[in-house]
């Protein structure tokens, strides 16, 4: 049996997000060839395990794992051997800060335990809206026009933005996922007031032009050997949001998610190559999900999420299930491939 760690939770904004990952993850082992147990970070960054063969954790336990029987803890990161002295591999089901950019990977790393998703600097990179939107443009993927405002542009301005990008336009943290720290602005006051808010959340702030057109979203999945294929894409319809922001991702028929996207074969596989290109270029491994919207103009790359979320309403089991797989399979292939590319040493 292959001991597996599921880590989730973690002190980002996507904390809840991350529990219910985890425990989907842990519902849909293998329970013939893993055994699986529940690791929850928690906001303050201390380790919770779940004891052995404890059942999966209710909710409202990984939630509140110190208060619960069914969890030893708390155990600080740089102490933390009952956490990781069985385990074969981690699952990261981690979102957002600490998580998702490189740096619990570059811990995991140092204490030579393997895991899943991509490495530290793929992770970093993609994490980081605008330093992956530079690589994506260096390597002929379209992306939406945008603009800095923050310390590494001290000559941008509200006005100057607003002149640059004009209305509508999003308003993004570089460094934040699950549409957390992301807003639209119609108006110079409205863009005035989400530039304020996230002036304390990073240094600098994506500001892009708003693009009108179909949303698109296509997992990545690497087979056991690493050999990379695209996945079904999937159309995003909001129904009654603006865009893809959190409600619409995470509350149950908040938006259409159709599988297979209903598109000319043309574009679908526009979206598919842009997609292994996205995946390649910012050197990602096992699993990815690119989102991108489609119009006259083109193909425009949003962003990478280079550990997507597992939910029961995320897109990357939806896409996998299009094709006639299961949840099961798809951690099976993802643990396989991970296993084999980092062995532990």
Same mark, same amino acid.
């Given at each position: ?8 939770? %973690? ?10 990952? %985890? ?69 990261? %089901? ?82 934040? %996922? ?168």
């Amino acid at each position: 049996m292959i001991q597996v760690n599921v880590v989730m939770g %973690g002190p980002s904004v996507e904390h809840e997000i991350s529990l219910l990952t %985890g425990r989907e993850v842990l519902r849909h082992l293998d329970k013939q060839k893993y055994r699986g147990r529940a690791v929850v970070v928690s906001m303050n960054m201390e380790f919770y395990i779940s004891c052995d063969d404890a059942e999966i954790p209710a909710p409202e336990t990984l939630s509140g794992p110190g208060k619960s029987p069914v969890f030893e803890g708390p155990f600080p990161p740089y102490s933390s051997p009952a956490v990781w002295d069985n385990c074969d591999i981690a699952f990261i %089901g981690l979102h957002g800060s600490f998580g998702e950019d490189g740096i619990f990977q570059g811990y995991l790393d140092t204490l030579k335990i393997p895991y899943t998703g991509s490495g530290v600097f793929a992770s970093a990179v993609a994490m980081n809206k605008i330093a992956s939107k530079r690589i994506f443009e260096q390597n002929g993927l379209q992306t939406p026009p945008y603009s800095i405002y923050g310390k590494s542009n001290p000559g941008s301005t509200v006005e100057s933005i607003a002149d640059e990008r004009g209305f509508p336009c999003f308003v993004k943290c570089p460094q934040s %996922g699950s549409s957390r720290l992301i807003g639209k602005a119609d108006t110079t006051a409205e863009l005035r007031k989400l530039l304020e808010q996230f002036e304390h959340e990073a240094d600098d702030i994506l500001v892009e032009s708003a693009i009108e057109g179909v949303e698109l979203s296509c997992p990545v999945l690497e087979d056991t050997t690493g050999v990379p294929r695209a996945l079904p894409p999937v159309e995003i319809r909001p129904k009654n949001s603006a865009f893809f922001d959190f409600d619409a991702k995470y509350t149950d028929n908040a938006c259409d998610e159709i599988v297979p996207a209903p598109q000319p074969e043309g574009l679908i596989k526009e979206v598919k190559n842009a997609a292994l290109r996205a995946h390649k270029v910012l050197s990602c491994a096992c699993v990815s999900r690119t989102d991108m919207i489609a119009n006259d103009q083109g193909l425009f790359v949003l962003e990478l999420n280079s550990l997507p979320g597992l939910t029961p309403n995320s897109l990357v089991p939806k896409s996998f299930a299009g094709e006639g797989g299961t949840y099961g399979q798809m951690l099976d292939i993802i643990l396989q491939r991970s296993l084999n590319l980092r062995k532990r040493q």
